[in-house]
Protein backbone atom coordinates (compact mmCIF):
# COMPACT_ATOMS: atom_id res chain seq x y z
CA UNK A 1 0.00 0.00 0.00
CA UNK A 2 1.23 3.26 -0.67
CA UNK A 3 3.03 4.99 2.44
CA UNK A 4 0.27 8.17 2.16
CA UNK A 5 -2.50 6.49 1.94
CA UNK A 6 -1.77 3.85 4.51
CA UNK A 7 -0.71 7.37 6.69
CA UNK A 8 -3.89 9.35 5.86
CA UNK A 9 -5.76 5.79 6.85
CA UNK A 10 -4.36 5.67 9.65
CA UNK A 11 -5.17 9.02 10.85
CA UNK A 12 -8.90 8.53 10.09
CA UNK A 13 -9.01 5.69 12.59
CA UNK A 14 -7.18 7.79 15.10
CA UNK A 15 -10.62 10.16 14.67
CA UNK A 16 -12.72 7.27 15.79
CA UNK A 17 -13.68 6.56 19.41
CA UNK A 18 -11.80 3.32 19.54
CA UNK A 19 -7.91 4.99 19.62
CA UNK A 20 -7.18 6.33 22.71
CA UNK A 21 -4.39 8.88 23.20
CA UNK A 22 -1.60 6.43 24.20
CA UNK A 23 -2.43 4.01 21.46
CA UNK A 24 -2.38 6.51 18.85
CA UNK A 25 1.28 7.70 20.24
CA UNK A 26 2.45 4.15 19.35
CA UNK A 27 0.16 3.88 16.15
CA UNK A 28 2.47 6.23 14.92
CA UNK A 29 5.95 5.40 16.30
CA UNK A 30 4.99 1.98 14.55
CA UNK A 31 4.51 3.44 11.49
CA UNK A 32 7.90 5.48 11.98
CA UNK A 33 9.81 3.01 13.03
CA UNK A 34 8.58 0.82 9.66
CA UNK A 35 9.71 3.58 7.63
CA UNK A 36 5.74 4.18 6.30
CA UNK A 37 5.94 8.06 7.06
CA UNK A 38 5.52 9.48 4.08
CA UNK A 39 8.81 12.41 3.70
CA UNK A 40 6.63 14.73 1.80
CA UNK A 41 4.41 15.61 4.67
CA UNK A 42 4.96 18.41 6.95
CA UNK A 43 3.83 17.05 10.39
CA UNK A 44 5.33 19.79 12.39
CA UNK A 45 3.11 22.33 11.00
CA UNK A 46 0.22 20.46 11.44
CA UNK A 47 0.59 19.73 14.62
CA UNK A 48 1.62 22.98 15.67
CA UNK A 49 -2.01 23.96 14.25
CA UNK A 50 -4.09 21.41 15.24
CA UNK A 51 -2.94 21.25 18.79
CA UNK A 52 -3.68 24.97 19.17
CA UNK A 53 -7.39 23.95 18.10
CA UNK A 54 -7.54 20.81 19.96
CA UNK A 55 -6.64 22.91 23.44
CA UNK A 56 -9.16 25.46 22.46
CA UNK A 57 -11.80 22.85 22.36
CA UNK A 58 -10.66 21.12 25.08
CA UNK A 59 -11.86 24.97 26.90
CA UNK A 60 -15.78 24.44 25.93
CA UNK A 61 -15.65 21.45 28.50
CA UNK A 62 -14.63 22.80 31.45
CA UNK A 63 -17.20 24.31 33.96
CA UNK A 64 -15.88 27.74 35.31
CA UNK A 65 -17.72 28.27 38.46
CA UNK A 66 -17.58 24.14 39.32
CA UNK A 67 -13.78 24.92 38.97
CA UNK A 68 -13.43 27.82 40.66
CA UNK A 69 -15.34 26.56 43.29
CA UNK A 70 -13.12 23.88 44.12
CA UNK A 71 -9.50 25.32 42.75
CA UNK A 72 -10.47 28.06 45.76
CA UNK A 73 -11.03 24.94 48.13
CA UNK A 74 -7.57 23.41 47.62
CA UNK A 75 -6.11 26.45 46.24
CA UNK A 76 -3.28 25.48 48.71
CA UNK A 77 -2.43 22.43 47.59
CA UNK A 78 -3.24 22.86 43.97
CA UNK A 79 0.07 25.63 43.77
CA UNK A 80 2.80 24.48 46.45
CA UNK A 81 2.49 20.98 44.17
CA UNK A 82 2.70 22.72 40.91
CA UNK A 83 5.20 25.47 42.15
CA UNK A 84 7.12 22.96 43.84
CA UNK A 85 7.06 20.03 41.06
CA UNK A 86 8.49 22.67 38.71
CA UNK A 87 11.81 23.21 41.28
CA UNK A 88 11.86 19.63 41.62
CA UNK A 89 12.19 19.07 37.99
CA UNK A 90 14.27 21.69 37.31
CA UNK A 91 17.21 20.69 40.29
CA UNK A 92 16.94 16.59 38.85
CA UNK A 93 17.48 17.39 35.15
CA UNK A 94 20.22 19.19 36.03
CA UNK A 95 21.62 16.48 38.07
CA UNK A 96 20.83 14.33 34.83
CA UNK A 97 22.21 16.80 32.61
CA UNK A 98 19.07 16.62 30.78
CA UNK A 99 17.64 18.71 28.14
CA UNK A 100 15.71 21.78 29.32
CA UNK A 101 13.14 21.42 26.80
CA UNK A 102 12.19 18.45 27.50
CA UNK A 103 12.72 18.21 31.14
CA UNK A 104 10.44 21.46 30.85
CA UNK A 105 7.93 19.31 29.39
CA UNK A 106 7.71 16.31 31.66
CA UNK A 107 7.54 19.06 34.65
CA UNK A 108 4.62 20.50 33.10
CA UNK A 109 3.22 17.50 32.49
CA UNK A 110 3.59 16.00 35.73
CA UNK A 111 2.54 19.30 37.47
CA UNK A 112 -0.93 20.14 35.44
CA UNK A 113 -2.61 17.61 33.47
CA UNK A 114 -0.55 15.71 31.54
CA UNK A 115 -0.97 15.62 27.74
CA UNK A 116 -2.80 18.66 27.54
CA UNK A 117 -0.25 20.50 29.65
CA UNK A 118 2.62 19.79 27.35
CA UNK A 119 0.44 20.37 24.19
CA UNK A 120 -0.23 23.96 25.69
CA UNK A 121 3.42 24.31 27.01
CA UNK A 122 5.37 23.36 24.13
CA UNK A 123 4.55 26.15 21.26
CA UNK A 124 4.88 28.72 23.72
CA UNK A 125 8.69 27.01 24.69
CA UNK A 126 9.35 26.35 21.15
CA UNK A 127 9.45 22.94 21.30
CA UNK A 128 10.63 20.43 18.73
CA UNK A 129 8.41 17.25 17.57
CA UNK A 130 11.42 15.02 19.64
CA UNK A 131 10.82 16.34 22.95
CA UNK A 132 7.22 16.76 22.86
CA UNK A 133 6.91 12.71 21.57
CA UNK A 134 9.59 11.99 24.71
CA UNK A 135 7.92 14.08 26.87
CA UNK A 136 4.21 12.77 25.89
CA UNK A 137 5.68 9.20 25.86
CA UNK A 138 7.20 9.39 29.68
CA UNK A 139 3.79 10.86 31.07
CA UNK A 140 1.52 8.16 29.25
CA UNK A 141 3.64 4.93 30.95
CA UNK A 142 3.11 6.09 33.98
CA UNK A 143 -0.04 7.57 33.45
CA UNK A 144 -1.11 3.75 33.04
CA UNK A 145 0.76 2.21 35.85
CA UNK A 146 -1.30 4.96 37.89
CA UNK A 147 -4.25 3.91 36.66
CA UNK A 148 -3.93 0.37 38.63
CA UNK A 149 -1.64 1.30 41.09
CA UNK A 150 -3.04 4.11 42.79
CA UNK A 151 -6.66 2.22 43.70
CA UNK A 152 -4.81 -0.37 45.34
CA UNK A 153 -2.64 1.72 47.44
CA UNK A 154 -5.81 3.73 48.50
CA UNK A 155 -7.21 0.88 49.59
CA UNK A 156 -4.17 -0.87 51.63
CA UNK A 157 -3.73 2.66 53.34
CA UNK A 158 -7.66 2.72 54.07
CA UNK A 159 -8.38 6.29 52.51
CA UNK A 160 -11.81 7.80 52.63
CA UNK A 161 -13.24 8.62 49.00
CA UNK A 162 -12.50 12.54 49.49
CA UNK A 163 -9.06 11.96 50.24
CA UNK A 164 -8.40 9.51 47.54
CA UNK A 165 -10.13 11.81 44.69
CA UNK A 166 -8.63 14.89 45.68
CA UNK A 167 -4.67 12.83 45.93
CA UNK A 168 -5.92 11.03 42.45
CA UNK A 169 -6.05 14.28 40.96
CA UNK A 170 -2.92 15.76 42.16
CA UNK A 171 -0.36 12.71 41.80
CA UNK A 172 -1.75 11.49 38.55
CA UNK A 173 -1.07 13.36 35.35
CA UNK A 174 -4.05 12.86 32.71
CA UNK A 175 -7.60 13.64 33.73
CA UNK A 176 -8.28 10.04 31.76
CA UNK A 177 -6.95 8.18 34.16
CA UNK A 178 -7.37 10.20 37.06
CA UNK A 179 -11.31 9.42 35.52
CA UNK A 180 -10.11 5.67 35.58
CA UNK A 181 -8.82 5.43 39.15
CA UNK A 182 -11.14 7.27 40.81
CA UNK A 183 -14.04 5.76 39.64
CA UNK A 184 -12.53 2.20 40.38
CA UNK A 185 -12.35 3.21 44.14
CA UNK A 186 -15.86 4.58 44.30
CA UNK A 187 -18.34 7.18 43.04
CA UNK A 188 -17.81 10.08 45.53
CA UNK A 189 -14.09 9.70 44.62
CA UNK A 190 -14.97 10.26 41.10
CA UNK A 191 -16.99 13.54 41.55
CA UNK A 192 -14.46 15.18 43.84
CA UNK A 193 -11.38 13.79 41.77
CA UNK A 194 -12.80 14.78 38.09
CA UNK A 195 -14.15 18.31 39.29
CA UNK A 196 -10.18 19.08 41.01
CA UNK A 197 -8.58 17.69 37.75
CA UNK A 198 -10.84 20.48 35.67
CA UNK A 199 -9.92 22.91 38.25
CA UNK A 200 -6.13 22.12 37.68
CA UNK A 201 -6.35 22.32 33.88
CA UNK A 202 -7.14 26.17 34.54
CA UNK A 203 -3.09 26.69 35.31
CA UNK A 204 -2.27 25.58 31.89
CA UNK A 205 -2.81 29.53 31.30
CA UNK A 206 -0.37 31.11 33.66
CA UNK A 207 1.72 28.43 32.97
CA UNK A 208 2.09 28.96 29.33
CA UNK A 209 2.11 32.38 29.94
CA UNK A 210 5.22 32.02 32.08
CA UNK A 211 6.83 29.84 29.94
CA UNK A 212 7.08 31.90 26.91
CA UNK A 213 8.45 34.68 29.57
CA UNK A 214 11.30 31.81 30.60
CA UNK A 215 11.94 30.70 27.42
CA UNK A 216 12.36 34.38 25.15
CA UNK A 217 13.69 34.37 21.92
CA UNK A 218 17.58 35.76 22.50
CA UNK A 219 16.62 39.13 20.78
CA UNK A 220 13.93 39.39 23.80
CA UNK A 221 11.05 38.64 21.95
CA UNK A 222 8.62 36.56 23.48
CA UNK A 223 6.56 34.18 21.60
CA UNK A 224 2.67 34.37 22.92
CA UNK A 225 0.84 31.50 22.99
CA UNK A 226 -2.76 33.16 21.52
CA UNK A 227 -4.37 30.24 21.08
CA UNK A 228 -4.28 30.14 25.36
CA UNK A 229 -6.73 33.54 25.20
CA UNK A 230 -9.23 31.24 23.05
CA UNK A 231 -8.75 28.50 25.28
CA UNK A 232 -9.95 30.90 28.32
CA UNK A 233 -12.94 32.51 26.07
CA UNK A 234 -14.02 29.09 25.31
CA UNK A 235 -14.36 28.28 28.78
CA UNK A 236 -16.45 31.76 29.42
CA UNK A 237 -18.30 31.76 26.59
CA UNK A 238 -19.49 27.95 28.35
CA UNK A 239 -20.24 29.23 31.32
CA UNK A 240 -22.34 32.48 30.66
CA UNK A 241 -24.48 30.88 27.76
CA UNK A 242 -25.32 27.34 29.50
CA UNK A 243 -28.45 26.49 27.20
CA UNK A 244 -25.96 25.63 24.40
CA UNK A 245 -24.22 22.83 26.80
CA UNK A 246 -24.92 20.42 23.85
CA UNK A 247 -22.83 22.00 21.35
CA UNK A 248 -19.95 22.58 24.06
CA UNK A 249 -19.97 18.59 24.92
CA UNK A 250 -20.00 17.87 21.28
CA UNK A 251 -16.87 20.81 20.71
CA UNK A 252 -14.99 19.09 23.93
CA UNK A 253 -15.44 15.47 22.08
CA UNK A 254 -14.07 16.76 18.82
CA UNK A 255 -10.90 18.16 20.71
CA UNK A 256 -10.23 15.40 22.40
CA UNK A 257 -10.17 13.06 19.34
CA UNK A 258 -8.38 16.02 17.21
CA UNK A 259 -5.58 15.84 20.62
CA UNK A 260 -5.33 12.53 19.40
CA UNK A 261 -4.48 12.88 16.10
CA UNK A 262 -1.68 15.05 17.19
CA UNK A 263 -0.36 12.62 19.71
CA UNK A 264 -0.14 10.30 16.47
CA UNK A 265 1.57 12.54 14.40
CA UNK A 266 4.10 13.25 17.28
CA UNK A 267 4.57 9.62 17.60
CA UNK A 268 4.84 9.98 13.75
CA UNK A 269 8.09 12.00 14.28
CA UNK A 270 10.06 9.48 16.97
CA UNK A 271 12.27 7.06 15.98
CA UNK A 272 14.12 3.91 17.52
CA UNK A 273 17.35 5.91 16.99
CA UNK A 274 15.93 8.96 18.60
CA UNK A 275 14.94 7.08 21.73
CA UNK A 276 18.30 5.46 21.95
CA UNK A 277 19.86 8.99 22.10
CA UNK A 278 17.74 10.06 24.66
CA UNK A 279 18.62 6.98 26.69
CA UNK A 280 16.81 6.47 29.91
CA UNK A 281 16.93 10.30 31.34
CA UNK A 282 13.18 11.08 31.06
CA UNK A 283 11.75 7.86 32.25
CA UNK A 284 14.37 7.97 35.25
CA UNK A 285 13.20 12.27 35.61
CA UNK A 286 9.35 11.18 35.37
CA UNK A 287 9.67 9.01 37.79
CA UNK A 288 11.00 11.28 40.34
CA UNK A 289 8.86 13.38 39.57
CA UNK A 290 5.92 11.61 40.09
CA UNK A 291 7.03 9.74 43.25
CA UNK A 292 7.47 13.00 44.63
CA UNK A 293 4.14 14.32 43.76
CA UNK A 294 2.41 11.40 44.88
CA UNK A 295 4.35 11.29 48.57
CA UNK A 296 4.05 14.58 49.10
CA UNK A 297 0.84 15.12 48.59
CA UNK A 298 -0.08 12.37 50.04
CA UNK A 299 1.66 13.59 53.14
CA UNK A 300 -0.08 16.76 52.72
CA UNK A 301 -3.82 15.47 52.70
CA UNK A 302 -2.94 13.04 55.76
CA UNK A 303 -1.42 15.58 57.72
Partial sequence: ???????????????????????????????SC??????EMNLGKWT???????????????????ALTVTSNGLGLIVTSIVCTFIVGM?????????TTLSYLISAGTAI????AIAAVAPAIRAKDEPIGLALATIFVLNSVALFVFPVIGHALNLDQTTFGTWAAIAIHDTSSVVG????????????????????????????FISALLFKNDNGKITIPYFILFYCAAILVSDWLPQFEV???????????????CLFF??????????????????????SLWVFISTGSLLWLLS
Fill in 1 to 31: MNKKILFIASTLICLTPWISSPLALILGFAL
Fill in 34 to 39: FGLVPE
Fill in 48 to 66: KKLLAYSIVGLGFGIHFQE
Fill in 91 to 99: LIAKLLKLD
Fill in 113 to 116: CGGS
Fill in 181 to 208: AASAYGEEALVTATTLKLSRALWIVPVA
Fill in 247 to 261: VYQGIFAIAKQTLVV
Fill in 266 to 287: IGSAISIEKLKAAGAKPMILGV
